[in-house]
């Protein structure tokens, strides 16, 4: 899950204003790390660091000479995994092999091939646990080995079924690395280690992120683009989906709405900074979702929203000032107060459900689409580190590097065009044409996929 | 986007039960002119120009040169009414809009006025009512316009307009020093939606963001949560709950590991995260405190970026969201604090509430200019800072005397900073912030109202001839014992409270009920007197050596300044013992060392090269200025250094004021050469300082006195008396040299500067060579 900057204070703030808010991240590069991307599937490029932790393994593993030659290979044994646990969702990626041969499938011990089968021959597991089959991706070459990578989700709730899945499946006995990020990576290791007597390396999410959005990119090659933009935002009857080139995309922002919602600068592909962050994200559209209409998934939250009119709920412009606020150059439609309409209780009581919970999508799509203009226009100052810039210095550096493309990824995003098309009106529409909103197919799982990627660092 | 304000929020019942006090309400009604009115969406702020009879002291010389008797009066005083003009501005609940239209009908004598002007979002509500009510041509003006108009204007001529807030610190409200430039700055107004308007000069500014999420989102979305309809219960409810059962927090999803990882685990990663994922019931003081928390640091974080993008540091916070509500200007304070790192400080205004109806008056008065003059705010006649509150003051809330005041005197004189302050933008006046410093608070306001008896007393007197006097000495007695009581229970009322704004406050009561000048008899009395004695003191020093010639001046220059009707220590003397005379007072003083010593770099000094110009802060009248300052300046004038008298404008306590200073200064030029010499060389000049005030703010002083002083190259400062040089200005940094002295007349404050009542204190300053040469 996303950090964001909010801070809160309870009530003794005085010692809460002390503790520094660290978890801005500014500034952090990724050049500070060793670990390299393999963003080019089947390369066998050696980990270094990684050996001890291997001979280790070796040591301890079972005769089977499929990781053994793995091993060889400076390949991480099977299963390959990455994990992603969110405050809300987690998200999983499998990469399943495809050309195993007969010798290996005789040689794999029965709880792999149990895992393989469970998880490849359902597209649901228990309840919520989801296989999003449209997401899979057929035919990868990762680490010399040909396969499927598939996505799978289910809340973090649930989290303690899926360890005691893996409990009965004897997970453990493979002694395999289970690369995990996400807040929930640190919040529930012991679990895992108590629970499933598995063992997590915990890696940062940011990073992550990164790794996992370069990889897809680079990977997905037939098929639906995994890049894509909409065209002519500003006008319904002609917007239209359109595949990107994401091949030199710096410098970008890329934002990440989860619960919260991040925001990273990314200048190349291993020097990126957190610009900030909002508590204002999906958390926030499913939780005033829930207490106002008593809708409880995000599904249902997002069918309503389809379904209801916001302008019912909040103020626009032209409630106020009876058309447009020319003075300022405020369009009537644009809304003036969220939920706005609502002070007034004939109107709260003449809204429906599905008003609220589309008032609700609008407030936090546009908020988010405000907050990420006003860092791209900030950025270049971050950059360049200068509060106090003269504003000659200030209009050349804004010049040199302007952010045009902003990337939104995250599971807020998921099926969730209504918010998409906004994002894209909203970015093309303040900035005046200058900032293009670009969005990507596997939206929530890139943080997991960057996990899956560590797996040959284990470092 | 956003816009102020708010037109349909409910609507309120018309409530015409109340009475309304013409004296204490609307005030000065029947010269009324000018009107503006600002029509929010709970309160109604009405804005008026009206002028203002004044009972003023006037002195005027007799003509001394037909002949010279010893029992005549040196002049006569004489009680004028002088017309001054003055700004009314009231702030009530929309409730009320229907009585109190009637009630300004009724008292509304002046027709000329053909035209209100108004803004705001009722505005177009109330049109129809106030034109038929009124029968004044509703005329229009921008909001926007407006609340900038008005916030130049308050800034201008408000000192300590704006504060910080700081919930856990000592004094809530840290009020900040008025900047000699105000612009640029950045407004956020935070009314149903956010508009942040960056202003950089009178007339020039931009709406350069907003945001939708706003004071409406609070209470619409408040209101949805927790099916509580009004704002300010919303607000209850939020100081009463826990976000952090509705939140999700950076704890919540690292567990408790985030401490090894950098992180603060108290970080909202989530607003409103648990109800997503949580299925249980909800408090509404949770759900709203949590609402208060998302929205300000929302707002937070956009200004923040604001501020970066146009580069500006001076943010200020208004509109109804933050309107006199302590939970918000913190939740507000707290994000602007984490967002910028602390680089950034969100600054409040007093006066907020009226920004939008000031500004509409101004549209209305621009024929008249009012922004050619000086104005301040009239403590009299103003009701202070969250008067209304129902955080403080749930009793007064609940009375229908839910008004409150602000009133301005035009200034006659146009108010600048003196040109010689080393650092204007830091400079503060007032030496102890009482807001800050509660035992010394203490102490003062019982002070103050110790002597209130002896006020009234004086103030009887000085009127003997006027039999309704003891009646409105009287009302001035419960107006000022009222302001005491306040400003005990909210000592920020005024901005900071120091000792010169209690002086300041009592003075303005006075005039309030036509007491001018109370102390008018006894200051012509002891001037009448002193000035028998002026030549014997002169000739005194005729048979001293230098060394003994300068510490004699000195010392009547300190025996004099004994002379003070403003210290209870010694009114008490000079009541009891009228023949209590200079010597007497000399030997009251603190033999050497003293307090704080200088005396011998003063002497150093004067050994040197004479100064260019000195600029003397005078204080007392009588022994004070005959005795003590004119031998002084005569010794001076004879080094041949030219000597500026800096006076009061108008009266306060026994301070010699310019136009008694003028009468004085003729008669020792009659008796002293020296004198007269130096008057038709003009190398002794007399100017007025500005201010009726026992103190001084070397911040807002007479313009014409700012040019005296640059012209003649000023290079010597004395500041006298413990108004003046004690309680203000005693940390004052000057770019030239400096005489700060004065006789502590007051045992509890000797005791806090370590000594003992007549204690002295001798402080001659040189700014280092650098400062100086700037």
Known sequence: MELNGFYCDGEGCAEEQEEEPTALKLLRSKTETSCSIIATPGADSAAAGGSVLQEQRMSKSTPAMLRLDSLKKNRPPFPWFGMDIGGTLVKLVYFEPKDITAEEEQEEVESLKSIRRYLTSHTAYGKTGIRDVHLELSDLTLWGRKGNLHFIRFPTHELPAFLQMGRDKHFSSLHTTLCATGGGAFKYEDDFLTMANLKLLKLDELDCLIKGVLYIDSVVSSGPPECYYFEHPTDPERCEQKAYNLENPYPLLLV????????????????????????????????????????????????????????????????????????????????????????????????????????????????????????????PLYGAALWNLDQAALYRAMIDQNIERVVFVGNFLRVNTLSMKLLAYALDYWSKGQLKALFLRHEGYFGAVGALLELQNPC | ??????????????????????????????????????????????????????????????????????????????????????????????????????????????????????????????????EKKLKLKVDKE??????????????????????????????????????????PYLLINIGSGVSIVKVEAEDKFERIGGS?????TFWGLGALLTKTKRFDELLQLASKGQHTNVDMLVKDIYGGAYGSLGLTGDLIASSFGKSATTDKEFSKEDMAKSLLHMISNDIGQLACLYAKLHNLTRVYFGGFFIRGHPVTMHTITYSINFFTKGEVQALFLRHEGYLGAIGAFLKGAEEDNPNQYSWGENYAGSSGLMSVSPDLNPVQRARSGTFDMLEMDR????????????????????TVDLTEDALAREYWLYCFEEALDGVVKRAIASQKDQPEAAERAEKFRQKYCHKLQTLRHQPFAYGSLTVRSLLDTREHCLNEFNFPDPYSKIKQKENDMALKYYLKVVKSFEELSWEQRQFTLVKGLLAGNVFDWGAKAVSDVLESDPEF?????????????????????????????????????????????????FP?????????????????SGPALNDVTNSELQILTERIAAMDPVIHTALKEDRLALVQNGSSSPCLDLSRLDKVLATVV?????????????????????????????????????????????????????????????????
């Open chain 2, 142 to 183: 921008d909001e926007m316009t407006c609340l900038i108009k008005g916030c130049n204007f308050v800034l201008k001529n408000i000192p300590h307009e704006a504060f910080v807030y700081a919930k856990h610190a000592d004094s809530e409200f840290r009020f900040q020093n008025t900047h000699p430039d105000i612009f």
């Open chain 2, 581 to 629: 005379g200079f010597e007497q007072a000399k030997q009251q003083l603190q033999e050497r060392p003293w307090l704080v010593d200088a005396y011998n770099q003063w002497i150093e000094r004067l050994k040197g090269p004479p100064h260019k110009c000195a600029l003397f802060f005078v204080d007392n009248s009588g022994i004070d200025i005959i005795l003590g300052v």
């Open chain 2, 212 to 216: 939708s999420i706003g004071g409406g």
């Open chain 1, 256 to 379: 990440n709405i989860g619960s919260g919602v991040s925001i990273l600068a990314v200048y190349s592909k291993d020097n990126y900074k957190r610009v900030t962050g909002t508590s204002l994200g999906g958390g926030t559209f499913l939780g005033l979702c829930c207490l106002l209409t008593g809708c409880s998934t995000f599904e249902e939250a997002l069918a309503m929203a389809t379904e209801g009119e916001s302008t019912r709920v909040d103020k626009l412009v032209k409630d106020i000032y009876g058309g447009d606020y020319e003075r300022f150059g405020l369009p009537g439609w644009a809304v003036a107060s969220s939920f706005g309409n609502m002070m007034c209780k004939e109107k709260r009581d003449s809204v429906s459900k599905e008003d609220l919970a589309r008032a609700t999508l609008v407030t936090i799509t546009n908020n988010i689409g405000s907050i990420t203009r006003m860092c791209a226009l900030n950025e």
């Open chain 2, 710 to 774: 640059r012209e003649r190259g000023t290079d010597l400062v004395i500041i006298e008396g413990m108004g003046r040089a004690i309680h203000t200005n005693y940390y004052a940094m000057l770019s030239c040299e400096s005489l700060k002295l004065a006789v502590i007349k007051n045992s509890w404050l000797a005791e806090r500067l370590g000594g003992k009542i007549f204690s002295v204190v001798f402080k001659y300053e040189v700014p280092s060579k650098a400062q100086g040469q700037h």
């Open chain 2, 411 to 430: 200034l006659e004189r146009q108010l600048v900073n003196l040109p010689l302050l080393q650092d204007p933008t830091s400079y503060i006046p007032d």
């Open chain 2, 1 to 130: 986007m956003a816009l102020s304000g708010g037109a349909d929020r409910g609507s309120h019942s018309m409530d015409k039960s109340i009475t309304l006090p013409p004296d204490e309400i609307f005030r000065n009604l029947e010269n009324a002119k000018r009107f503006a009115i600002d029509i929010g969406g709970s309160l109604t702020k009405l804005a008026y120009y009206s002028t203002v009879q004044h009972k003023v002291a006037k002195v005027r010389s007799f003509d001394h040169s037909a002949k010279e008797t010893d029992g005549d009066p040196l002049y006569e005083i004489s009680v004028q009414e002088e017309i001054t003009a003055r700004l009314h501005f009231i702030k009530f609940e929309n409730a009320y809009i229907e009585t109190c239209l009637d009630f300004i009908k009724d008292h509304l004598v002046n027709t000329e006025t053909k035209v209100i002007k108004a803004t705001g979002g009722g505005a177009y509500k109330f049109k129809d009512l106030i």
């Open chain 2, 632 to 648: 002084f300046i005569r010794e001076l004038l004879i080094r041949g250094t030219e000597v500026v008298l800096a006076s009061n």
